[in-house]
């Protein structure tokens, strides 16, 4: 039976399985001190990073070219490796339940690659428990192998901030935990060689799941305090910004702005642990409340904007409508769960033309979503109203002169992320 | 008419009607560079404050003594007063509505003493526009004054965090703001000139409302959430400080910890926000969700007790349980709207004898609330459970092990605030 000691050798084989968003950085930190194998079951994804394309962006075509990170969809490749390290997304479906599909998928993959002494580790986020209890049974029936006598588990929570230029892998303490002492040890080895920041040992895989879900749990309910001021401060006639800038003036009031609340992590990681706390007996109320308010900011907006249009007799049946970005995130391509896209469905109900300009998406992307219309650019002294509703630098750069110039004279300019100055846009949230 | 300007001359004659928790350190403040009349209805609080004793113990029996302030509870005084500080409580009812009584009564009080060019700032918690649309009437109609004609309005939120040694009035940025240019900029003079760490100027009353009535609210939401992790954590047999700690590692996390919210400020204040959006029309669902969490913590804490107390086979009807520490925060003797009252009364529905310890409170405190047992001193090796309810530095110095000597030898300690090591109690929130 293989073991391993401390300090790992570069020759140590890591499986990186699930090359998103937080495997792609992974293996390329850890490709600097050991052999990896970056592993998705994607064919396109591997091609393109063969060729020297990283999708997400987070990576030049020259560092991916000179990459030592053998890509591979092959589970003959995989069970080559020593430690599996998985990190493939974990969303909610329709009824916003948990959807642990890929991750049981994942775990039976790399379950039938294990060889003994071999160290699973999850970087996934998931509910408390589910490492243990759903993960652990598939790795054991595949493998026939059993947890701490043939191989060993651990959990190591990915705190990846996608297109922060700041916060990266290496510059954010990793927290780590391990099925036993010994796999504990190796673990936070592993991390420690290749993060700065330094790792944080937790003694328990469930307290380490825990920590993460709690993280983007506690942001989004902080943005939905916020997005309920923001409304009850349309209904006062108060600008949200300046009272908030006002309250920040105080040594312990926390800075956060209202908004649309998308993308594969705030929006959906408190469902996981509302999933599990409704299990076990518990109602969690402030965390739902949270994501009510927070999912029903796209209605509030185009109520608001339909509202004013109507107040100030637009024709808006036959109005049209600009919406300055998609994505779910500023200077970032990634669309999974935007809430842009909930917004323009709904404006789209009421208005005739709804378009999208969104210049961070390419030709692929926009030709995916087919009942969106985007455009290529904006027409000059077309619109009634426009929405930013993305603060890509892109559209700071474009200044609010030139946005102001695709309206119509008499045209509404909504700044939904305090883009520009107050006194030069319409309305805020 | 009288008319004011920069600087304002030491001999400005400031009335700060209201001393309590922060009238006291604001008339102590100004009083370093202005004429101060120190106003309450309260005469024993005057006839205290004359012989040299702050009951709220913010100040030294040698600070009270050697002040400049001339404390009065006559209206003849006030009248000679050419600016009107008003820093009265703002409760709300049992129905949890805001209760404006105090601050209308001090407002009839100063609008019968106004003279024509006079100054009327609020610092009292409000919703947004209730100085405007409450306070004011009351003004004019007692005085028979206009507003920014024969007098001045402002409103400059108090944020006084009594017991803090570190966050002081003149370190804390001030938010000011006034009825008009000329009042705003004489209010920002009166209070740039005691405050080191300067003012924030707005431009209307009900931004400088609003800024203020959103810091508790923020803060109250996000105990709340922690609370809420922390009765999830139970069900899972977790640590939540454990939990919390590794949250912490992230550079963004907010470090909160679960507990009691009682006192003035945090448990009521979210009530004047959602009073006035409801008003108009908004259902506040997630700050709500928080208040409804908070309120509920002593009954959590009392049920988990209970059941442990069951599950060890104790006799719960006759078990002697005792509560260290009663006050609603930490090192400060004030108890209003504490939880630890509440937790008290719904443990001795189901115990034999609840006994209070809190060193901190005095004779007189102890004997008005004749329906709690409070005692002198714990007795050794007598009681079956010990709740460690308040983080006094007393309990700290006392240490775990003379803690414990109050218990049975079998007996349970439930540390809410986190006081000790967790291997040194038993049960932890």
């Known amino acids: 039976m293989k073991t391993f000691s401390i300090p790992l050798p570069p020759s140590t084989k890591i499986a990186v399985v699930g090359l998103g968003y937080v495997g792609l950085p992974l293996a390329f930190a850890l490709s600097k001190k050991f052999d990896v194998l970056g592993f998705d079951i994607s064919l396109k994804r591997i091609s393109e990073l063969n060729a020297g394309v990283d999708a997400t962006k987070e990576f030049s075509k020259k560092e991916v070219a000179d990459t030592k990170i053998h890509f591979t969809s092959s589970d003959h490749d995989l069970k080559t490796a020593d430690i599996y390290i998985i990190a493939v997304p974990t969303p909610v479906n329709q009824e916003l339940i948990p959807d642990l599909g890929m991750l049981i998928s994942a775990s039976k993959t790399v379950g039938k690659c294990l060889a003994k002494g071999d160290i699973v580790i999850y970087e996934s986020t998931v509910y408390p428990g589910a490492t243990e209890e759903e993960c652990l049974p598939v790795l054991e029936k595949t493998s026939g192998f059993k947890m701490n006598k043939d191989f060993f588990l651990g959990y190591s929570p990915e705190r990846i901030n996608p297109s922060d230029k700041i916060h990266k892998i290496d510059n954010i303490t990793k927290v780590v935990s391990g099925s036993d002492e010994y796999s504990l040890e190796i673990i936070d ?86 999933y599990k706390a409704q299990q076990v007996g518990y109602d969690p109320q402030v965390i739902l409340s949270g994501r009510v308010v927070n999912d029903h900011m796209p209605n509030f907006i185009a109520d608001r904007l339909l509202n004013t249009l109507n107040h100030l007799m637009f024709d808006v049946p036959n109005s049209l409508i600009l919406i300055l970005g998609y994505t779910f995130k500023e200077n970032c391509n990634d669309v999974r769960n935007t809430k842009v896209h909930d917004l323009a469905v709904t404006l789209s109900n009421s208005v005739n033309i709804v378009n999208i300009f969104d210049p961070l ?46 309206c119509k004279p008499n045209g509404l300019i909504y700044d939904l992320k305090y883009l520009f100055p107050p006194e030069s846009v319409d309305l805020r949230l």
Chains 1, 2 share one sequence.
């Open 361 to 406: 998406m390419n030709n692929e992307q926009v030709n995916s979503l087919s009942d969106i219309n985007f455009i290529d650019y904006p027409e000059i002294n077309k619109y009634d109203a426009i929405i930013i509703a993305v603060g890509h630098q892109a559209f700071l750069e474009l200044g609010i002169n030139k946005i102001r110039e695709f």
């Open 189 to 274: 080895e592993l991390y420690s060689s290749i993060i700065n920041a330094g790792t944080y040992k937790v003694n328990s895989i469930k307290v380490a799941e825990a920590a993460k879900v709690i993280e983007n749990t506690q942001r989004d309910l902080n943005i939905a305090l916020i997005n309920e001021f923001s409304k009850i401060f349309a209904l006062l006639d108060l600008d949200t910004e300046e009272v908030l800038k006002a309250a920040e003036t105080k040594w312990n009031f926390i800075p956060f702005r209202p908004g649309l609340v998308g993308g594969h992590c705030i929006g959906v990681d408190p469902y996981y642990l509302t």
